[in-house]
């Protein structure tokens, strides 16, 4: 391993900020100076200023699908360069194994958010929220909502432990909405960050002041916020009740998303027994927790509830495991633990240990045990302590206290109800983990669960070989939990890209919200053109083309042929005495039946610019069709979605469009969105 001692660099008005050192930055493996803060103080309005008045436009010179194309390019560069950020993130104290969760992790999650935007937004910055809703008789006045770009500034505060991930799992949801970011890591580590962000910005991918770096103290940054920004925090609970207590935050009701360190718990529930696969599941999830980044996650296992009877057989089966960990520099092959992140989170795990030893006694902690490798007695070490409270009232320490690292407690409960009980004395955490077998016991439970914990994660045999594990928070699933947990929500797909869009309600004629929106909405004017919607390339289409189909009549002998190709004989199409006696009143024909005939009726069949239908959305038999009934179609050309260029590929895009089935009449029968890929023309 190489050290130097480099001054960091913050990242501020699209230049590179810092010369002059200033504290130093320890190597948390041998405790050598491997990097120094820079002196500078920065100029936070100007950071601002720049994010504004460059950052916002140029983001949305980009529309959602060109920034999801960039997200996923960015990715593909830094997993590309990779190696370069494991090579740094030695320093923190990270295995190889830490450090995949962090860096791939954090590419992965860019990834992810690309899958998001190609999949689930549109071409340009506005995101219809329909449907929209008639609020007049006639259908002349509607109302609906949009999603915008907030124009503001996202400042994200991100904790220790992951310096990549909890960078990147924030960007991208961010960057996806259009909003430049104001990323300060926190300084134990901000050098890995500093060494990702280098990485980005070389990549050229990024459109300028869309990101920017503070190194050290945020100063006045957030007195300088206004109502269009947002700030997102990950970190202790004290820290996100001390910063959402800000006044500036308060008085211009800049919104605030906390995800805060928390008493995680798993539970043991009472019908697994020691003989149980699901048991050593459960000690192997405890053991992971603790020892992965050292324990410090703020998802990590924090408490371990297991039933009476089986506290000693637990508490056996977990040192013996931990017994086997080894402790010291990652780079040594056969360490399966390294260091915590620097010697102050050392001595504030100490501190709190101390709290908890109060009313728990050790169960596993080989005290004074010489961590493996050259050098390492100057490291931030840390031996897993498996601790045992044989009575966890209300006031326990476990209930209260986190030791930051790889410290975990065993506590019993007599029964599950009980066990549901104590996990909510942790006033909220992320994630709990129930391992069962019994399904009445999980469908009791996690209802139960739900109230205090932001992610519940259900671990037995058949869910084990793919399981990602409790403390692993997944791109597309909510992260974050109520009550001490911070109470906000970061990942989570579409929702979390959401949370840095402006919803906005729109009132109008329908005609005018399609204006709007960029989608048709129904009692809309159409546009109807000799030339068959089917007939135009992507390019030539415009939403609110429009095209009313001859008509057809339902006859018996459609019902029976239908039946005999589909194999779908049910008794409302084929029984008259048993039909005459439902609701209808009569033989119906299949709902798929008059999905099939509506698309004989508006299908353009010969060769043309539509390549294939790939989905219907929305899907609704709205009223029965009977033998004798005429239905008529209208499909009109709803949203138009520009995808890039695929290798390979002739250039296309999504379109969807508006069905509408109608009988004799006029009457709604059936309604959906069908999904079809479009050519472009020809250059």
């Not at 603790?290 to 637990?314: F, N, S, Y």
């Not at 001490?484 to 840095?500: F, N, P």
Request: glycine share 10%; charged share 20%; net charge neutral.
């Amino acid at each position: 391993m190489t050290t130097t001692t480099r001054t960091l660099q913050s990242l501020i008005g699209g230049r590179w900020v810092g010369q002059a050192p200033a504290a130093e930055l320890r190597s948390a493996v041998n405790g050598a100076a491997v990097y120094r803060t820079h002196a500078e103080a920065l100029d936070f309005a100007e950071a601002l200023d720049f994010a504004r008045r460059r950052g916002g436009p140029a983001l949305l010179k980009l529309d959602f699908q060109q920034r999801a194309a960039r997200l996923k390019a960015l990715a593909a560069y830094l997993a590309e360069h990779k190696e370069a950020l494991y090579a740094v993130s030695h320093h923190t104290g990270a295995t190889r194994s830490d450090g995949w969760i962090d860096i791939e992790g954090g590419s992965g999650t860019l990834f992810a958010y690309a899958g998001v935007g190609a999949g689930e937004l549109p071409s340009g910055n506005i995101v219809h929220e329909g449907p929209a809703l008639p609020l007049g008789k006639k259908g002349l006045f509607a109302g609906t909502h949009i999603l915008v770009p907030r124009g503001g500034v996202a400042v994200h505060i991100n904790a220790f432990n992951f310096p990549v991930w909890g960078m990147l799992e924030k960007f991208a949801p961010s960057f996806l909405a259009g909003m430049p970011c104001i990323v300060k890591p926190a300084t134990a580590t901000s050098y890995l960050t500093e060494a990702c962000v280098r990485l980005m910005h070389d990549s050229g991918l990024l459109p300028e002041g869309s990101l920017q770096l503070v190194i050290g103290g945020t100063g006045d940054l957030l007195d300088r916020l206004d109502g269009q920004d947002i700030v997102t925090f990950t970190g202790s609970a004290d820290t996100a009740a001390r910063l959402r207590a800000h006044p500036n935050l308060i008085a211009r009701a800049i919104p605030f998303n906390a995800e805060a360190d928390s008493l995680n718990a798993a539970i043991l529930a009472p019908d697994v027994t020691p003989d149980d696969e699901e048991f050593d599941l459960f000690v192997k999830e405890v053991a992971r927790e603790m020892t992965v980044k050292a324990g410090q996650k703020c998802t990590a296992i924090r408490r371990a509830l297991v039933p009476r009877q089986h506290l000693d057989a637990v508490a056996e089966r977990l040192a013996a495991r931990l017994a086997k960990v080894v402790v010291g520099d990652p780079a040594v092959e056969g360490v399966r633990m390294g260091a915590l992140a620097s010697h102050a989170q050392v001595a504030d795990v100490n501190e709190r240990l101390a709290l908890l030893k109060r009313d728990a006694e050790v169960v596993f902690g080989q005290q004074g045990a010489a961590p493996v490798g050259e050098g390492t007695a100057g490291g931030a070490f840390f031996t897993p302590t498996l601790l045992l409270a044989r009575k966890p009232g209300p006031d326990a320490a476990l209930h209260d206290v986190e030791a930051f690292g790889p410290v975990s407690t065993l506590a019993p409960f007599d029964d599950i109800d009980e066990a549901i009980a104590l996990a909510a004395r942790g006033k909220g955490s992320l994630v709990t983990t129930l391992v069962t077998r019994d399904l009445a016991v999980a469908a009791h439970a996690v209802p139960a669960l739900a109230v205090w914990h932001g992610r519940v994660h259900i671990l037995d045999r058949e869910a084990a070989p793919e399981s990602t594990g409790h403390g692993s928070p997944l791109p597309l699933l909510k992260h974050g939990g109520p009550g001490r947990a911070g109470g906000g929500e970061e990942l989570g797909g579409l929702r979390a890209v959401k949370h840095y869009l402006q919803r906005t309600a729109v009132q109008g004629s329908p005609t005018m919200l399609s204006a709007v929106t960029g989608e048709y909405v129904r009692g809309a004017k159409l546009r109807e053109e000799p030339l068959h919607p089917f007939r135009k390339h992507f390019d030539e289409l415009a939403v609110g083309d429009s095209l009313l189909t001859h008509r057809r009549t339902v006859t018996d002998a459609d019902i029976v042929a239908f039946g005999g190709i589909s194999g779908d004989f049910f008794y409302m199409h084929f029984d008259e005495v048993a039909a005459r006696q439902s609701p209808f009143g009569k033989r119906i024909a299949h709902g798929y039946f008059v999905l099939s005939a509506a698309a004989g009726l508006f299908v353009s069949p010969a060769e043309g610019p539509v390549l294939a239908n790939y989905g219907l959305d929305t899907l609704r038999f709205v009223k029965p069709v009977g033998i004798g009934d005429t239905i008529q179609a209208r499909l009109t050309c709803k949203r138009k979605i520009d995808k890039p260029a695929r290798k390979g590929q002739p250039p296309q895009g999504v379109v969807a469009w508006d069905v509408q089935v109608t009988n004799q009449d006029g009457e709604l029968v059936a309604s959906y969105d069908i999904l079809t890929l479009v050519l472009k023309k020809p250059a």
